[in-house]
């Protein structure tokens, strides 16, 4: 059953109707498509270059292009660029420059065995490389399709397909593009993806189609190649075509709605005729459908549901992204420009489609840095052909020159720092100069993208690592202090990058230095993630012996004192050095909770308490012989904000029956999340308010999760009194117990004790 309501009628229909029909047994969800939203390219998007003017080959590259000898195309292609001035301004010599890129990416020996398969492939191959549009298409996408025929042959067959005449050639770039990989992205499934299941033609028809009778999202004529990538998906993790077909007729949503759009199908684990999610026989008697209807008809866990949710999503147009995270499923959707929300617990997590790397969000926030200049981007994709050409003739210097010319524009994007930094080595780049041209050159650029000022500095750090240890540290604190103002997540590892740079220090001065530094940097300009995440590295590599915790402590004690005044006040009382201690502790602690890290939650925890020990006692819990069970072992508090008021040494106190204190901001909605030690059977927990505070906080919810993304209702109240005992059905399991207080106006929370109790 499908409902389709006229775009004033949506709201209306959206708070009065909740539709379940039944066909055959399948739920279909469909409500209206038509309400616009803000996914519409972004005010700040600069128009693009002027395209590249076609230009006629030399007569020399235009024989071996007959001839379909594509290596004597390449040779041809430098002989006819050796007379003429390298620049990116020059239409033929840009031209001639990606050419060549085209052949040394895709491999001459690759483009001459598929010219000779057939005439038409040697006519496309000719019409392609001539068509300076279509070809700057498809080089400036992002992943070009590395040593293999994947990308020119999903042309090709769009070509075949379209009678030579492709009516959309930036969809048939994206689909060449995630069909293909890239240099950077070696994709195994991808090669052995189902050709009956992934067709690229089919899913260019498919597009093709909806757009003519208006079903695609406003935006989507105005997405460039790389981002139609997130909407035409990865065929070696995503969904088949029938699930497009599918999800586009079925699940229809405001807009907005799509970042919900996986709940159109029930999460279960079980069939309808008690098959496990798990096992082969979850989909019958449905296995022939597609992947999209039978979720939406049986249900199931968060794979499904989030494959379900991104799919519905990119069937309307709408770029999305399925994503990995510890034991868990999650998806994301672009609603503008730059911003990537969350479905089903993402955005952040191991991207399964992706330009810069998995690592979600620094890898999405590198691309739409990348890409976010149409105008400059492009300018940079043209001087960087002029920079492979120079390279081909020999003329490294030039090429250097003109990588960094390049990098003026897009000075973010790592395929034109590597080959800049492998040209750098190549000539032998001195030490001082390498450091001379991170500090004053590269690095001013990266901040709010450390991690990949890291990635891209890590080029040079065979040079690098041969300076004094003074300069060597000069270079991390400024990537430190870009990592500190990087958005990042659980997701984003560090340990390894971290760990490199510590072991290139030889001195236990510097590595206290080091460390100082780095803590200063995020106790100082921190978002708390990455913070946190560094605090578990440092805990877990030198708190474990005395000699390292003594050294960490000390680093840890000079980036308070560094924190909490500019000039590092001389004789200044033991209190106030104290004071700002405990306020680097309360930090600290709360950016180890946010990270999820429950070693350095604990560490931190108890060296706060080391440090002073506040004069504070919660009452006892006056309900603790209700619930069945003992008191579980909590190792992890998160809390949704702090305040000036909180006591975050006391956060780890609350998960224990002694009890603890906290204070958050005001809210609508605050937040706590524990983390049990293991994961058990629970059958309940207490909750108390601190005293004085008892009107505050009335409805209150429960929820468990076994995976830390999942959450089930457990129990809730509409006025809870001070102390309340949330008793959990029968057969509960968890390792993580949320409490969320629901307020008819922003509020502050304070709660003593949130005990779990597991049998």
């Known amino acids: 059953m499908q409902l389709d309501f006229a775009p004033t009628e949506v709201h209306i229909a959206i708070m009065r109707i909740r539709t379940c029909a039944w066909m055959l047994g399948l739920l279909s ?54 007379g003429k001035e390298i620049t990116h301004k020059d239409a033929e010599v840009v031209h001639l420059g990606m050419l060549h890129e085209l052949i040394r990416v895709t491999g001459a020996d690759v483009m001459t065995a598929f010219a000779a398969e057939d005439k038409e492939k040697g006519r ?22 590395w040593q293999k025929k994947t990308g020119v042959d999903v042309l090709y067959r769009i070509w075949v397909e379209e009678k030579g005449k492709v009516q959309n050639k930036a969809l048939a770039v994206a689909l060449a593009s995630c069909w293909g990989g890239g240099e950077t992205w070696k994709n195994p499934p991808i090669e052995t993806a189902l050709p009956n299941k992934y067709n690229p033609v089919r899913r260019y028809k498919f597009f093709q189609k909806q757009e003519k009778k208006g079903l695609l999202h ?79 008809r049986n249900g199931g866990v968060c794979g499904a549901m989030s494959h379900l949710g991104a799919v519905a999503a990119m069937a309307h147009g709408i770029p999305a992204y399925t994503c990995g995270q510890p034991g868990h499923c999650a998806y994301a959707v672009r609603t503008e420009r730059g911003k990537w929300v969350g479905g089903f617990g993402g955005p952040d997590g191991g991207m399964h489609n992706m330009i810069f790397g998995h690592r979600a969000p620094t890898s ?94 890590a080029d040079l750090a065979e040079v690098v690592n041969q300076l004094p ?5 000069h270079i991390y604190k400024l990537e430190q202090e870009a990592l500190a103002t990087t958005p990042s997540s659980w997701a984003v590892k560090l340990d390894e990058l971290v760990q490199k740079q510590a072991e290139s220090l030889q001195k236990d001065s510097a590595r206290q230095t080091y460390l100082t530094d780095m803590f200063t940097a995020h106790m100082q300009k921190g978002d708390g993630t990455t913070f946190g995440q560094l605090l578990e590295w440092a805990v877990k590599t030198y708190v474990a012996t005395p000699e390292g915790s003594k050294l960490f402590n000390k680093a840890f004690a000079k980036a308070a004192e560094a924190s909490g005044s500019e000039t590092g006040e001389a004789g200044e009382s033991v209190e106030e050095r104290n004071k700002k201690m405990q306020a ?17 939650f604990m560490a931190l925890t108890n ?153």
């Open 29 to 82: 969800v469909s409500l209206s498509a038509l309400e616009p939203m803000a996914l519409a390219e972004s005010a700040d998007s600069k128009l693009a270059l002027a395209p590249l003017k076609s230009s006629k080959l030399p007569e020399a590259v235009t024989k071996a292009l007959e001839n379909g000898d594509y290596a004597a195309v390449q040779k041809a292609v430098a002989e006819a660029l050796k």
């Open 124 to 145: 496309f191959l000719k019409q392609f490389v001539t068509d300076t549009g279509w070809l700057e298409q498809y080089m400036t996408c992002g992943l070009v399709p």
């Open 218 to 296: 406003p935006n989507y004529p105005n997405l460039k190649p790389w981002e139609l990538r997130f909407v035409v998906a990865n065929p070696g993790q995503d969904w088949d075509d029938a699930s497009y077909e599918f999800a586009a007729k079925a699940i229809n949503l405001p807009w907005d709605k799509y970042g919900i759009a996986c709940w159109s199908a029930t999460y279960t684990g079980t069939s309808k005729f008690g098959d496990s999610v798990q096992g082969g026989a979850y989909n019958l008697p449905y296995a022939n459908e597609s992947w999209a209807e039978a979720t939406l």
């Open 364 to 457: 999405y926030n590198l691309m739409e840095a990348v890409f976010g200049d149409d105008k400059k981007v492009a300018r940079a994709y043209r001087k960087s052909f002029c920079a492979r050409a120079l390279e081909a003739l020999g003329k490294d210097a030039e090429a250097e020159k003109m990588w960094r010319a390049a990098l003026k524009d897009s000075p973010l994007h790592p395929f034109f720092r590597a080959p800049l930094h492998a040209l750098m080595l190549k000539r032998g780049a001195s030490p001082d100069e390498c450091h001379d041209y991170l500090v004053k050159e590269m690095l001013p650029h990266y901040d709010g993208h450390g991690v990949a000022a890291m990635d891209a500095a």
């Open 469 to 473: 240890e003074k300069k060597l540290l």
């Open 584 to 600: 680097a502790y309360n930090k600290a602690i709360v950016a180890s909770a946010q990270a999820r890290s429950a070693p350095a």
């Open 607 to 759: 060296g706060a308490l080391a440090l002073s020990k506040p004069d504070y006692k919660a009452d006892p819990l006056e309900k603790a012989g209700e619930l069945a069970g003992k008191p579980a072992k909590g190792v992890l508090m998160r809390i949704s904000t702090t305040s000036n008021h909180d006591a975050p040494m006391l956060h780890a106190a609350i998960m224990t029956t002694e009890g603890g204190k906290c204070h958050t901001a005001k809210e609508k909605t605050p937040t706590f999340i524990v983390e049990l030690q293991k994961p058990g059977h629970t059958t309940g927990c207490i909750i108390r308010k601190t005293n004085g505070n008892e009107g505050r906080m009335k409805k209150a919810v429960v929820s468990t999760s076994e995976d830390g993304a999942t959450w089930f209702k457990r129990a809730e109240i509409d006025n809870m009194p001070k102390e309340w005992v949330a008793r959990f059905p029968d057969g509960t399991r968890a390792k993580w117990v949320k409490l969320e207080f629901e307020n008819a106006q922003p509020d502050f929370a304070h709660i003593s004790h949130f005990v779990t109790f597991t049998r």
